[in-house]
Structure formats: C-alpha cells, structure tokens
C-alpha cells in the first residue's frame, strides 16, 4: 500500500506544484494520475521513489515512510517508466533492460538470462535482444522500457506518460498489452496521463487532479462516470458535450454502437452470436 499524507511541495525556485495531497493506492492495483499540464502529476509520482522530497508531508510505503528509506536502494527497488523510453543508445537492449539488475550485482549470465525472460513478458523474442533502441520502433521501445522497469520484479512500478509519444494504434496496442500484463503480474502501478480514456481504460483508481495537485475526483471510471463530483469533472471527462453516450445504427443489416462522436466502439452480436461487442 501506498500513502500520501498531506504532502505539499514547494520548489526552490517558489513554485508550488502541490498544495495539500493525501491518497491511499492499495497494492496490486493500478491507480492513474490524470490532469492537464503542470497539475503536479509527475511531482506526485516521482516523490514515491524519492525523486522528488516532499516539502511537508509523508509519503509511506507499506507503513514505513520513504523518507527513512536509503535513496539508492529505493530507487533501484522500484519499477520507473518514463515517456520516450529513455534507453541508452549505446547499449544493447539487453543491457538496457540488465542495468538495474547488473547494478543490484547480479552476475552477466544471470542478468541476461532474465532480460530475456522479461522482453519475453512484454512480447518481444530474443531477436530483438542483441539491437540497439535506435533499430526499434518507438512502441519496441516503449516495451523495451517496460521490460527494464519490471526486469528485477518490483513490487511497484512507476509509469509516467510512458504511451504518450507512440502513435495512437501502437498506443492502444500498449494499453491492451499492459492490462494483459497486470493480470498476469498484479503490481502496484501508479500510472501518470492527460489523457482521460488512457485513466479509465487503466486505473482501478482514477484521481483527476486540478492546479497544485488539488484532488477534483478520486474514485473508480465506472463511479465517476456515474456521479461526477461537480462540472469540472464532468467536462474534464467528456460528459457535458454528450461524448460518452452511445448510439445504436443500423449499418449493412448489423447493429454498429457509437460512442458520441460517432466512432464505431463495436458491433452488437446478431442472432447467432457472432458479434464482437
Ligand atoms: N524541478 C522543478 N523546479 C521548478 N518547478 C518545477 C520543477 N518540476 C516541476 N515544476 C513545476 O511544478 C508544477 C507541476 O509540475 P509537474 O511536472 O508535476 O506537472 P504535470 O502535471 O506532470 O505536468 P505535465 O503533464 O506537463 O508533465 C509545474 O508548474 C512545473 O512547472
């Protein structure tokens, strides 16, 4: 479990990113930080492992604050995944996906071996092992990126926009893959987006967040979409301008549902079953 105690932070240079935060994350669940730039989502995310100290408050892992915890060892304890990957070039992805675990001493063999194990786990084969990230596509990367974060098995892993520069298909394919990859590993993921459909796909837990971290909702997709807690939700997720009513149409003898833009979100199954939806 994860807490947040009434953390503030105030940078050096005065700028107050979060005011007043408090939250709990049960663990083996996934919890999404979702607001628009400069709310303090990454400052919130980034002060579990102490990347940034909270200038008041406690943040406890487990009932022990980070606070007391060795810096290095924490870090190094958990799971970070950042935006463009942040692989480096020059390193095989093997040894990208190794260097936590060469730096914990684990030996050469050992560490490749489970680099191999983990690239496995997020869907890439022993072929793409022995490139540089230069050869990958930005989504191989990502998944490369996913790989080094989950490659000495933490119990939390840390995600921070980590879809946010792939192309919208690749990115719908990550977002699948990491739901598959939750079932199966059930981490603690505290998982960082603007972007709303990115929060309800992901999260058991969704907190949108306001300027200096002020908590608008937090709560499951299902309960704020069923009672946003006052108009800036609403419309921060898209209920106010009717986007997530859906329609039925009839289209070449099939029952096609729309959303409230009109995109197709699935066929209705037809007398003998064979829908999709
Ligand atoms: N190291 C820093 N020094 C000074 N101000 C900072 C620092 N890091 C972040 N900030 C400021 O703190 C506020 C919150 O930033 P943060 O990166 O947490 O927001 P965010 O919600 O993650 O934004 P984005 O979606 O753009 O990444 C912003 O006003 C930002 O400019």
């Known amino acids: 479990m994860i807490e947040y105690r009434s953390v503030a932070k105030t940078f050096d240079d005065g700028t107050q990113a979060v005011l007043d935060f408090d939250l709990t994350i049960d663990s083996h669940t996934t919890t999404v930080f979702v607001g628009s730039s400069g709310c303090g989502k990454t400052t919130l995310l980034r002060m579990v492992n102490r990347m940034v100290?909270?200038?008041?408050?406690?943040?406890?892992?487990?009932?022990?604050?980070?606070?007391?915890?060795?810096?290095?060892?924490?870090r190094r304890s958990i799971g970070y995944v950042m935006q463009h990957a942040g692989l480096l070039p020059h390193r095989t992805v093997a040894d990208n996906v190794a260097t936590v675990l060469r730096l914990n001493g684990t030996g050469k063999a050992a560490a490749r071996e489970r680099s191999l194990e983990v690239l496995h786990t997020v869907g890439l084969d022993e072929s793409h092992a022995s490139k540089y990230p230069g050869q990958l596509s930005g989504g191989q990367q990502q998944r490369v990126g996913v790989a080094r974060g989950l490659a000495a098995d933490p119990n939390i892993l840390l995600m921070d926009e980590p879809f946010g520069a792939v192309d919208p298909i690749v990115r719908d394919e990550l977002q699948v893959e990491l739901l598959r990859l939750q079932r199966e590993l059930g981490k603690t993921i505290v998982f960082v987006t603007h972007d709303v459909d990115e929060a309800f796909l992901l999260g058991d837990q969704v907190v949108i967040l306001k300027k200096g971290g002020e908590v608008a909702q937090v709560g499951s997709p299902a309960d704020i979409l069923a009672h946003p807690a006052d108009d800036f939700v609403r419309s921060f997720v898209g209920l106010d301008k009717g986007q997530r009513e859906l329609r039925l149409e009839e289209r070449d003898g099939r029952t096609v549902v729309l959303d409230g833009s009109g995109k197709p979100t699935g066929v209705l199954a037809d007398e003998r079953g064979a829908g999709t939806a």
Not at 61 to 70: K, Q, S
């Open 53 to 74: 100290e909270p200038t008041s408050g406690q943040v406890l892992i487990d009932d022990e604050d980070v606070a007391g915890r060795d810096r290095v060892q924490l």
